[in-house]
């Protein structure tokens, strides 16, 4: 018999049926059990070996057991029985129990780069089965993979789930020996045109080198992460007070901000920061990001490109939001809002010529809430769209029962013309209410051109072969209006009511109004300047060539019903 396999005739006995070669102490059954990966071994109840194949013998030689020398096999097996029923480390150096996987038990050998895997399992009647196994190469690949999946691909910095167990980590220090540390949130700022003007490869090469310069910004015991697209965070250690990360925050910013060389391009972007301190902002992993995001939503608010730090009333004002959030959402379904109609007076005529849409939201418990305060939330949450299809309804549904052929105008916002839907409900509005198109005047500002222009001004020409009237409101407060005149040919330029308000305090807003309602007039289109308070703020504007006003002196905004009473006072007036 071989010396790779010793086997105990009486303990294994062929099974009926099978083949011819499988017999006690067969070349053919030794070479089979020789040929298997890992190593067997069979004892019985006394634990008197049945079985040991080569592999086992090296294994367990690995372990220290020698086959030759002390102690012997039955040593070895007691010596394993008995780590299975106890925690005798001094059995085996380096030898852990893993797992018990029902009625078998598992260990390993970690010794430098080789791991060892036993397995020993009852076998009833028989005695014990004990399988040997060298995990090695498993282990490192289980390893590698797990390396992978705490690393972005991107950047090669930690991602998401290594972020949170450094987190943890600090966080087990500070309760153990008092060492603060201090959370940094980082989000891009200007990033994402970048990558829709030059495409992802550039912007992936671009969050590559804002990975770069933030790894120099830091110590080798914090930790800079990517936890989202443009979105990163520091973790900085051994932090005391918010004057050990404020130079930190500064560097950040200051970092990020300088300008960049890809690929020919010369490339800048800026960043927002929120920090969050432990313990003074909290001791929790899910509380500092929490807060941390609270911070940088106000560095956001407050301009971008800065920094903030968490303070306790952030925490009440997101609170706040959020429920304005909730009631927003409700406040169509529940036809909270109102249309109010400010009208607009030509010069000329001295005739009421037409009426602006403005939304206002009357709140069930806080009264009426004004429109800067939830039409900016309303864009963000995405409700915009839905709102101002609600607008243009109900604004046409209110015009058709004025007087002929008095103007409603409402303003659109850029989101709007994002969607699918504007031209169509404009159509679906006008043919519900029975309002001609030409009464309907649609208002927008430069922000709806300044993204994805072409498709806009199809939209534009649209709405003009529908009869549509086309104003661009705020005129004069953007970097390119003349160029969108040339573009486009606008029934009507909106004069910025800052433009009016300076006549009386700054010097030049004569000369200001003066150009554009002079080119307004070369261009063939009206120019009415908005709101006019005054008699003395008319009057100057009449000389300057503005050809209608609108504001307060005229009218404050109105609801539907005060509105028709003053139509019919102002028509008998006339």
């Not at 089965?129 to 930690?158: F, H, K, Q």
């Not at 969050?207 to 830091?218: E, H, K, N, P, Q």
């Not at 261009?523 to 504001?551: N, P, Y």
């Amino acid at each position: 018999m071989s010396s790779a396999l010793r086997i105990t005739p009486t303990q294994l006995t062929p099974a009926v049926g099978v083949p011819s070669w499988i017999e006690t102490g067969s070349e053919s059954l030794i070479q089979c059990l020789a040929s298997i990966r890992y190593g067997l071994l069979l004892v019985d109840e006394t634990g008197r070996q049945i079985l040991c194949t080569e592999p086992a013998y090296r294994l367990l030689d690995a372990l220290g057991l020698s086959r030759d020398a002390a102690p012997p096999l039955r040593g070895r097996l007691r010596a394993l029985l008995a780590l299975a029923q106890s925690s005798r480390r001094e059995v085996f150096r380096n030898l852990r129990r893993s797992r018990v996987d029902g009625v078998s038990t598992v260990f390993e050998l970690i010794d430098g780069a080789r791991a060892i895997q036993i397995e020993l399992q009852p076998v009833p009647g028989t005695g014990w089965a004990a399988i040997i196994e060298d995990v090695s190469v498993r282990r490192t690949a289980e390893a590698e993979a797990a390396a992978m999946a705490s690393l972005d691909p991107l950047t090669g910095l930690p991602n998401r789930l290594m972020l949170r167990d450094r987190l943890d980590e600090a966080l087990a220090r500070l309760d153990r020996t008092g060492e603060g540390c201090a959370l940094l949130l980082i989000d891009l700022d200007r990033f994402k045109p970048v990558n829709d003007t030059l495409g992802h490869p550039v912007g992936d090469a671009l969050l590559r080198m804002v990975a770069d310069r933030l790894r120099s910004a830091v110590r080798p015991t914090d930790t800079v992460a990517r936890i989202g697209g443009d979105e990163f965070v520091v973790l900085q250690t051994g932090v005391r007070t918010s004057a050990d990360t404020l130079p930190l925050a500064r560097r950040v910013v200051d970092l990020i901000g300088r300008t960049y060389m890809l690929d020919g391009h010369l490339l800048t972007i800026g960043a927002s920061v929120g920090a969050a301190l432990a313990p003074a902002d909290g001791v929790d992993a899910d509380r500092l990001l929490k807060v941390a995001d609270l911070a940088l939503y106000r560095a956001k608010l407050d301009g971008r490109g800065t920094f903030r730090f968490f303070e306790p009333e952030m925490d009440a004002r997101m609170q706040a939001r959020r429920r304005l959030e909730l009631d927003l959402r409700q406040a169509l379904a529940r036809r909270e809002f109102q249309l109010h109609y400010q009208p607009q007076l030509n010069l000329e005529s001295n005739r009421l010529t037409g009426c602006e849409a403005l939304l206002r939201w009357r709140h069930p418990e806080r009264g009426m809430i004004s429109p800067l305060d939830f039409i900016p939330l309303a864009e963000e949450i995405g409700l915009i769209v839905p709102i101002g299809e609600w607008v243009i309804r109900q604004a046409c549904r209110d015009a058709v029962t004025w007087p002929a052929p008095i103007s409603i105008a409402v303003n659109v916002s850029p989101a709007q013309f994002k969607s699918e839907r504007l031209v169509e409900t404009i159509m679906s509005a006008l043919a519900g209410s029975g309002l001609p198109a030409h009464r309907l005047e649609i208002e927008i500002t430069e922000g709806v051109l300044l993204h994805e222009s072409e498709r806009t001004l199809q939209i534009l020409q649209r709405l003009r072969a529908l009869g549509v009237r086309v104003s661009m409101d705020d005129f004069g407060t953007g970097y390119s209006s003349l160029s969108y005149l040339r573009s486009f040919p606008f029934d009507k330029i909106k004069i910025d009511r800052s433009f009016v308000s300076d006549l009386s305090v700054k010097p030049g807003g004569d000369a200001i109004i003066r150009a554009i309602a002079g080119l307004g007039k070369s261009l063939g289109m009206t120019t009415v300047a908005e709101g006019v308070e005054t008699a003395d703020q008319m009057q100057r504007i009449r000389s300057e060539g503005c050809t209608d006003v609108q504001g307060y002196l005229i009218s404050r905004p109105v609801p539907a019903d005060d509105l028709m009473k003053l139509l019919t006072e102002h028509t008998a007036q006339a």
